[in-house]
């Protein structure tokens, strides 16, 4: 769903409402996104206790923003609804009417009610839900001084700007950023259909949602154009990013139940917060074909971090909370390579940190995080990946000047401990997201280093969250079971597939999973049973290219 932004004094009107149709089913979704396997090794999970805002445009001169529980399978009093007619915790009401828009992306986020085998929604038990009509939202919620917090961890805004100035997106960040920093809810938008990326995603803290799928999805493509920073941060799948939205805010919310409940430690109050959430849901993301990133450009201008996958992100945060091993200061711009005399090591290869790095005017502050890259195999190689992210900082000083309060600049290193030499690096300028993907990394020690910058920043100390894992690159398993060939290979990283041929090539004969069962999960271990009857007999797994 896109709009059209109007401005008249303070006051926002959204219309010229465009939905489109939905190309990718829920089941469809729930395999590409790691649903489906994270169902089948997880317990209990979903999204319990957990408040979620759900804003809804509204078309031209109608309240048609509202979710009718029967619609969705949902329970009447979770709902709350909001519009400048006034609010309502009741179904039917006078506030609003509801509309296809709204229950579609209900479906995919919270709902019970699908045309599949499986419930459609990713959080399907969530605390409670207020859906506000995204016109009210801005203005009485957004667009103030002193935003005002709706006390959701999450709000899910699919819908998008068209049509504006940079001057104009650059104000609405600025508002979005500032709720972000007062509520500390994640706010989850559209990067816009076509054309450069355009607000709610576009804000610095939002985590801006691309939509993918087979049939060619028309997402907005970075770097946005006010300075160049890279947004999209992520795809998942459907026609539209509507539809691809709420399947990220569902994650979210899983995870902040899944961190509440201890499932990434004893630190709970870091592991479900919105720095934590947004490094997680980047780390686990799965990279499609095509994918890449530079130095300066941490994230892919059409995929961002890459496809959602909820399975990654769950055992990332499943790995626990691993704080930097050591603190050094050098003089600002000065070199930072790695303490070989250090012996302390992160105690997992898969993790994550809630932190703070501080500097000062004249130094420059690194943490270290050391580890010990190995499986006891010297052939071994391992996919590793790394995600930065911190939030722009509040200052409601400049409401209403045009001008904005910048980031504190921090960047993100990997260096080969033994020899000090810098294996790879994200060090933009203008984005509070660095990453770093390696998907073969030889055995050995590294230094990962969160360096921030001395000398000019917005504040000395800044929270931060880092996200990483470095896990050995999956391999193949055939075992026999009485007259059954048991295909197995593990479940984490997710996002691979095995594929079957009659012949080993592949332009002779072609590789498909046309052939085979779909796989099954246990004991952290994906299979695939073959009976006597399966005459394909060559395999292989494939890293995902969707």
């Known amino acids: 769903m896109f709009l059209r932004l109007w401005r008249k004094g303070t006051g926002m009107f959204l219309c010229g409402l465009a939905i489109f149709s939905h190309l990718t089913s829920p089941a469809q979704d729930a395999d590409q996104t790691g649903v489906t396997v994270f169902r089948m090794l997880t317990t209990n999970l979903f999204g319990s206790g957990v408040r979620i805002c759900q804003a809804e445009a509204v078309d031209t001169g109608e309240e048609d923003f509202e979710v009718n529980p029967t619609n969705v399978g949902a329970p009447n ?18 506030v609003g009417s509801n509309a296809y828009h709204p ?15 499986a419930p459609a929604g990713i959080a399907t038990n969530v605390a409670h839900v207020d859906v506000i009509d995204a016109n009210y939202f801005g203005t009485a919620k957004i667009e103030q001084p002193a935003p005002v917090n709706m006390n959701d961890a999450i709000v899910n805004q699919s819908y998008a700007y068209f049509s504006l100035t940079v001057a104009q997106q650059q104000e609405l960040d ?30 610095y803290d939002c985590i801006a949602v691309a939509a993918y799928d087979t049939n060619g999805a028309n997402s907005s493509i970075g770097p946005t154009v006010d300075n160049g920073r890279c947004k999209p941060d992520i795809t998942a799948p459907d026609g539209n990013t509507s539809f691809a939205i709420p ?3 569902g994650a979210a919310a899983v995870l902040i139940q899944a961190g509440g409940r201890g499932d990434g430690g004893s630190f709970t109050n870091g592991s479900t917060n919105m720095l934590t959430l947004k490094a997680l849901l980047l780390n686990g993301a799965v990279k499609p074909l095509g994918w890449t990133n530079g130095t300066k450009t941490p994230l892919d201008a059409r995929y961002g971090a890459g496809m959602l996958n909820l399975y990654n992100s ?66 071994a190689t391992f996919l590793s990946a790394a995600t930065l992210v911190w939030n722009r900082h509040n200052n409601p000083a400049y409401y209403g000047t045009g001008t904005s309060i910048g980031i504190n600049n921090l960047r993100l290193y990997l260096y080969n401990a033994a020899n000090s030499n810098l294996v790879t690096c994200s060090t933009s300028a203008v984005d509070n997201v660095q990453h770093l993907y390696l998907p073969q990394l030889a055995p ?23 996200a990483f894992t470095f896990v050995t690159s999956p391999a193949l398993r055939q075992t026999r079971a009485g007259t059954n060939v048991i295909l197995a290979w593990p479940a984490y990283p997710a996002g691979y597939s095995v ?25 952290l271990t994906n ?11 060559f395999f292989r797994l494939t890293s995902p290219n969707f």
């Open 444 to 466: 050995g020690r590294y230094d990962l280093q969160v360096w921030k910058a001395g000398g000019s920043y917005v504040t000395a100390a800044e929270p931060y969250a880092l």
């Open 314 to 379: 769950y055992r990332e945060l499943t790995g626990g909370r691993h704080t930097n091993n050591v603190n050094t200061t050098v003089t600002a711009g000065g070199a930072h390579p790695p303490n070989a005399a250090l012996t302390n090591t992160a105690s997992a290869l898969s993790g994550w940190d809630f932190n703070t790095n501080t500097s000062s005017a004249v130094n420059d502050s690194i943490n270290h995080y050391y580890f010990n890259v190995t499986n006891g195999s010297a052939n």
């Open 527 to 537: 299979y695939v049973t073959l009976n006597p009857t399966n005459k394909v007999q």
């Open 103 to 117: 229950e579609r992306v209900a479906e995919f986020l919270y709902g019970t009610v699908s045309p599949g085998p």
């Open 499 to 523: 594929q079957a041929a009659n012949g080993l090539s592949p332009v002779a004969t072609g590789w498909s999973t046309l052939t085979l069962p779909a796989p099954a999960a246990t004991n």
């Open 247 to 249: 399947q990220v805010s």
């Open 77 to 94: 009093n979770v709902f709350t609804y909001y519009s400048s007619l006034g609010s309502s915790s009741l179904y039917p009401n006078s």
């Open 174 to 203: 600025s508002f979005f950023d500032n709720y972000s920093a007062v509520s500390g809810a994640l706010l989850i938008g559209s990067v816009g259909a076509g054309g450069s990326p355009t607000s709610p995603g576009t804000a």
